[in-house]
């Protein structure tokens, strides 16, 4: 053997025993995940996408089955799975929803695959999105994403879209309801388009931009608008789809004025964190030539396999009533601590088990995740508007003595925070 065939050989060796290492230190075990054995409760569920926790038993063993047979089809295989699929989630689906296309993975591209279809069942081209939205990283839903640090070196724009304010709420699922003043939409309609809007696009709840849960009255005054004006709304449930607010989806339960024309989800769909999209529409929204809109791992067997075992799960282990039946723990335990550490922790808001809190500073938020993982707790902060939220969003199985272990991290962090630095007390 020569001695660049050894030293290569060794390289690969070395590297390969590396990767090992660091791939074999991060282990799951429902909402906890162990970090070189560390057990730390995962808050922020992976990437927001762990509806299911890591390892969920049903989950492993169905993909491994799949595994074993293949991991990939061609679409034009996979196509009555996703049939049988459609009519599993048809039941929990918004009013109207009859057709489907399972062609995407990711969330941005299902996005991009609903703007499509508006434009082209409309001829229109214009997105109405809100500030503070994040509807994906690609070119296209990035520029309707609103926030502008994504955005400052790269330059798409979709022809007669518009950027609206969207409501400040603090809205608390359970325990309050204020009032807040509505957008005049119709005004941003009238003044800043030129009447080439082909769709609205919602967050239920906004996620990335603060976990902001908008009161029902926002929904009506959206849907009764967009009707007026032939406009198609799209509800992107990429986070609050698959039961994270309590319902399997938010636009057939807390949102449901919405009316959506158009669903996207993705994240928790795939459960353990397998990636899963889909768009589900009105049938007047069903427009696309299959050329026209998809990728090379749409409906792979493992994706489709990773959304019917999770509606499975979802079904039998009970977990939408899990969520309703811990969302009063959760969110009192999230008030009481806002209690206990006024000055420094302030607007718990959310639903289901999607929470947040504000610290005082966007400098505070990293201090605070960092103290957290001393407290072996895993917690995100967003990324837009003030980005002085926390995000509060724990797997959907998880139990009441998880909550409580949620809830014990978050006191012992925060008491190690208003030490860390008094000074901020009465800045927030
Ligand atoms: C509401 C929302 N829409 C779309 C996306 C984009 O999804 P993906 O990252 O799977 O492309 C995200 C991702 O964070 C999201 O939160």
């Known amino acids: 053997m020569s001695a660049s065939a050894f030293y290569a050989g060794a390289l690969y060796m070395n590297n390969h025993h590396r990767f090992n290492q660091l791939m074999s230190s991060f282990r799951g075990e429902g909402p906890y995940l162990f970090v070189d054995g560390k057990k730390m409760f995962d808050a922020a569920s992976g990437t927001f996408n762990l509806a299911l926790g890591y390892n969920h038993p049903t989950l492993v063993a169905r993909l491994q089955q799949q595994l074993e047979r293949c991991s990939h089809l061609s679409s034009r295989f996979t196509h009555d799975a996703s049939q049988l699929l459609f009519e599993r989630l048809k039941p929990y689906l918004p009013a109207g929803m009859e057709r489907f296309w399972f062609r995407d993975i990711t969330g941005s591209s299902a996005i991009e695959g609903a703007i499509r279809m508006a434009q082209k069942a409309s001829g229109r081209s214009g997105v109405i999105s809100f500030y503070r939205a994040h509807h994906g990283q690609s070119l296209a839903t990035a520029s309707i994403s609103g926030n502008a640090f994504r955005l400052s070196h790269f330059h798409t724009v979709i022809e007669g879209s518009l950027k609206i304010p969207a409501p400040a709420s603090l809205y608390c699922g359970v325990s309050a309801s204020a009032p807040i003043e509505l957008p005049d939409f119709e005004q941003y309609i009238e003044y800043a388009s030129t009447d080439n809007i082909a769709c609205i696009v919602i967050e239920p709840v906004q996620g990335n931009g603060g976990n902001i849960v908008f009161p029902p009255a926002f929904y009506s005054a959206l849907r009764e608008v967009a009707s007026r004006h032939n406009i198609a709304i799209i509800a992107d449930e990429v986070q609050t789809g698959f039961g994270r607010t309590g319902s399997f989806f938010a636009s057939s339960g807390y949102a449901a004025a919405l009316q959506p024309d158009i669903l996207v989800f993705a994240k928790g769909a795939g ?108 917690v995100r902060s967003a990324r837009y508007g003030r980005s002085n939220t926390v995000k509060v969003r724990p797997a959907l199985i998880s139990t009441q003595q998880d909550i409580d272990v949620l809830l014990h991290a978050l006191d012992a962090s925060l008491a190690e925070f208003v030490a860390t630095c008094p000074q901020l007390e009465g800045v927030a």
């Open 271 to 378: 459960g353990i964190g397998i990636p899963a999209a889909g768009i589900c529409m009105r049938p007047e929204y069903d427009v696309l030539e299959s050329f026209e809109h998809s990728s090379t791992s749409g409906a792979n067997p493992l994706a489709l396999t990773a959304l019917d075992a999770t509606i499975s799960v979802i079904e039998e282990e009970g977990v939408l009533d899990n969520v309703e039946a811990l969302q009063p723990h959760l969110e009192a335990g999230l008030l009481e601590l806002q209690q206990r550490y006024s000055g420094f922790m302030s607007g718990a808001r959310g639903i289901g088990f999607m929470y947040a809190f504000d610290l005082p500073t966007v400098e505070s938020v990293d201090l605070f995740i960092e103290i957290a993982e001393r407290h072996q707790l895993i």
